[in-house]
């Protein structure tokens, strides 16, 4: 079965037969492993905070389909394995960073507004409450 596990150097696969700790092939699939699992936890945190800004009622749909291209780029750092190169990978990976870093930025953006348009509303609803009791303490001043 093909996954991450690959390239990893704690599962018991084929590559511990030939390659032994400091080697580089080793080496070179520790790389390769780490950039995969950063650009996999760059992306659930930009969707999770993309999540909780959608869940609020705030618009993040362009950030969301921004994410998809990260999700893209980790593919192509999947098939950028085959070339054994951990440059290569990491070439695929950055594009994948900037866009969860870009969509994360967007996240906090919209999680900002929607608590500045709660206090805004707060602040109205006090004012109008305020104004209601005025009123309604004229309109008795005004029975008496």
Same mark, same amino acid.
């Given at each position: 079965?093909?996954?991450?596990?690959?390239?990893?150097?704690?599962?018991? #696969?084929?590559?511990?037969?030939?390659?032994?700790?400091?080697?580089?092939?080793?080496?070179?699939?520790?790389?390769?492993?780490?950039?995969?699992?950063? #650009? %996999?936890?760059?992306? =659930? +945190?930009?969707?999770?905070?993309?999540?909780? &800004?959608? %869940?609020?009622?705030?618009?993040?749909?362009?950030?969301? !389909?921004? #994410?998809?291209? =990260?999700?893209?780029?980790?593919?192509? =750092?999947?098939?950028?394995?085959?070339?054994? +190169?951990?440059?290569?990978?990491?070439?695929? $990976?950055?594009?994948?960073?900037?866009?969860?870093?870009?969509?994360?930025? &967007?996240? $906090?953006?919209?999680?900002?507004? +929607?608590?500045?348009?709660?206090?805004?509303?707060?602040?109205?609803?006090?004012? $109008?409450?305020?104004? !209601?009791?005025?009123?309604? !303490?004229?309109?008795?001043?005004?029975?008496?």
């Amino acid at each position: 079965m093909r996954s991450d596990a690959m390239v990893s150097t704690t599962e018991k #696969l084929i590559c511990t037969n030939c390659h032994s700790d400091g080697d580089p092939g080793l080496k070179t699939a520790a790389e390769i492993k780490s950039q995969f699992d950063d #650009l %996999e936890t760059r992306i =659930a +945190r930009s969707k999770d905070i993309l999540d909780r &800004a959608a %869940e609020s009622g705030m618009e993040v749909g362009q950030a969301q !389909l921004d #994410l998809i291209q =990260a999700t893209d780029a980790l593919t192509q =750092a999947r098939v950028a394995v085959h070339s054994f +190169r951990a440059a290569k990978v990491a070439q695929e $990976v950055e594009p994948g960073k900037a866009v969860t870093e870009k969509t994360y930025q &967007a996240g $906090v953006r919209a999680l900002h507004e +929607r608590n500045y348009r709660r206090v805004g509303l707060s602040i109205s609803l006090l004012v $109008v409450g305020a104004t !209601l009791l005025g009123l309604k !303490l004229w309109i008795s001043e005004i029975e008496r």
